[in-house]
């Protein structure tokens, strides 16, 4: 199973994908965590933030969730994912793609800046939802708006949706 955590940055998908990983480890399930910053660490940030260069970065992490899934690792990958075109194609080629939306206002985003990404990057590379379009999601699997919830209730959603698909897979 692959668990796509998609949504602007701020909106919460590492915090909420490390906890869905604390959750996997407490019941013995095999999984891995990919997040985006992590792959443009691991290739020397040898890509910008363009549209293409993000298209090519999240290329990346779909060969890597198609691998990891195909050996049944329970796969969280948490990246923003603006491009309904790419999202598609993960669903596509993951068998077992399962996109979670986390909807999130730029404007409170912006606010919090949790990884001082607006406040440190506006004006010298491109932001989704600033100067990049996020592409409303059409087809995900959960939508959570973060806005009104605790990050102990969207994380109990997502562990909800995934039990209630996967019971064979978790026990």
């Known amino acids: 199973m692959v668990i796509w955590l998609i949504g602007i940055s701020g909106s919460g998908k590492t915090t909420l994908g490390l906890g869905l990983k604390k959750y996997f480890d407490a019941i013995g399930k095999k999984c891995?965590?990919?997040d985006g910053d992590l792959v443009r660490r691991f290739y020397d940030n040898d890509?910008?933030?363009?549209?293409?260069?993000?298209?090519?970065n999240i290329k990346r992490i779909m060969l890597a969730a198609y691998v990891l899934g195909q050996?049944?690792?329970?796969?969280?990958?948490c990246n923003i994912s603006p491009f309904e075109e790419l999202r598609e194609s993960a669903r596509g080629k993951?068998?077992?793609?399962?996109e979670i939306y986390l909807k999130k206002s730029v404007k409170a985003s912006r606010a919090q800046d949790v990884?001082?990404?607006?406040?440190?990057n506006v004006g010298k590379t491109n932001i989704?939802?600033?100067?990049?379009?996020f592409d409303k999601p059409r087809n995900s699997d959960l939508?959570?708006?973060?806005?009104?919830?605790s990050v102990e209730e969207s994380l109990g959603r997502i562990i909800?949706?995934?039990?209630?698909?996967?019971?064979?897979?978790?026990?």
Not at 115 to 120: I, R, T
Not at 143 to 149: A, S
């Open 32 to 34: 891995y965590v990919i």
């Open 47 to 56: 890509l910008g933030y363009s549209r293409e260069e993000r298209a090519a």
């Open 71 to 77: 050996n049944d690792i329970a796969t969280i990958v």
């Open 94 to 98: 993951i068998s077992d793609y399962n």
């Open 115 to 120: 990884k001082k990404m607006y406040n440190s």
């Open 128 to 133: 989704v939802g600033i100067d990049l379009k």
């Open 143 to 149: 939508t959570i708006n973060v806005d009104e919830e």
């Open 160 to 171: 909800d949706f995934i039990e209630n698909k996967y019971p064979q897979e978790l026990r």
